[in-house]
């Protein structure tokens, strides 16, 4: 079968490329050239291009039986940014699957989505997943937890606020989280788009092992040295000088919430097996040592 990978350029989107191209033949899509080239060199057919209108995602899902929809995020330079990353572009992905004859429909979402939510992410999230569900496409939903591997935001964010002196934390340090190995999520969605019969629902996706934010920091700093708890405007400042990139109070204070399943595990129900997270930790360490030597 032939797979679009929409929004292929991060740390989800290389591994489920990864992932689908051991079954399929895997097209994507990103917005800067620059992030073309990784995903050729794997296999993939890439297309450059912004997604913003229907005629984008038709001319290049013609023959696709699965549209994988990986566009958003929490931290967007606006509000109206960040609606139209995580809604609004589901919704122009929803109708040009629809014009274009695909059949199922791939949304990676997170725990706590809704509607109502008061969270800005999570409601921007819980209204792509009633587009989704309502679409009458084949679909299926996927609130992952926290991902980490080799890049991406939380993760990034995270290291470096443990590495810092006093570490920093997003919120309280006492609150649950389950990360999943960017990994076992990009298999997760491949056995997902191997699935034969109809699919039409919500499933979570977490990390074999759960640890609070402060037993994190310690097991990455390899010590007990407490850390800062920061939370909003406070964390989004603190974060933005420690990267150097900007951090938003919505994604901060969205990385100080528990990060745990709030559904039935995709992983176990599409029979991936989970890495544990010292495994998963100690693989992303070699990768990041493995760059630091090109």
Not at 98 to 118: D, F, M, N, Q
Not at 126 to 148: K, M, N, P, Q, W
Not at 178 to 207: F, K, M, N, Q, S
Not at 280 to 290: C, E, K, N, Y
Request: with cysteine; proline share 5%; charged share 20%.
């Amino acid at each position: 079968m032939t797979v679009l990978v929409h929004g292929a350029s991060g740390i989800v989107g290389r591994a489920t490329v990864r992932a689908l191209l051991a079954r399929d033949e895997v097209r994507a899509t990103v917005r800067r050239p620059e992030a073309a080239e990784p995903l050729r060199a794997l296999g993939a057919k890439v297309t450059v291009r912004d997604g913003r209108a229907v005629d984008d995602l038709t001319e290049v899902l013609p023959r696709c039986h699965t549209l994988v929809h990986l566009v958003g995020g929490p931290n967007q330079p606006t509000p109206d940014e960040l609606f139209w990353a995580n809604d609004g572009s589901v919704r122009v992905s929803v109708d040009a699957a629809r014009e274009a004859g695909t059949k199922r429909i791939v949304l990676v979402s997170v725990p706590g989505a809704a509607a109502e939510h008061t969270h800005p992410f999570l409601r921007a999230k819980g209204l792509a997943e009633e587009v989704v569900s309502a679409s009458g496409l084949d679909f299926a939903i996927v609130r992952a937890t926290h991902v980490y591997g080799l890049g991406g935001l939380w993760f990034t964010s995270f290291v470096n606020g443990a590495a810092a002196t006093p570490p920093l934390v997003c919120g309280p340090g006492t609150q649950q989280l389950a990360p999943i190995y960017a990994d076992d999520l990009g298999a997760t969605i491949a056995a997902i788009d191997d699935h034969a019969g109809r699919l039409e629902g919500v499933w979570g996706c977490e990390g074999r092992d759960t640890v609070t934010a402060d037993a994190l920091v310690a097991a990455l700093r390899g010590d007990v040295e407490r850390p800062a708890h920061l939370d909003g405007q406070a964390a989004a400042k603190a974060f933005t000088e420690l990267l150097e990139h900007p951090i938003d109070a919505v994604a901060a204070s969205f990385f100080a919430m528990p990060s745990r399943a709030d559904a039935t595990d995709a992983a176990a129900a599409f029979g991936v097996a989970t890495t544990p997270l010292t495994e998963g930790l100690r693989a992303t360490m070699a990768d990041a040592q493995a760059m630091d030597r090109l």
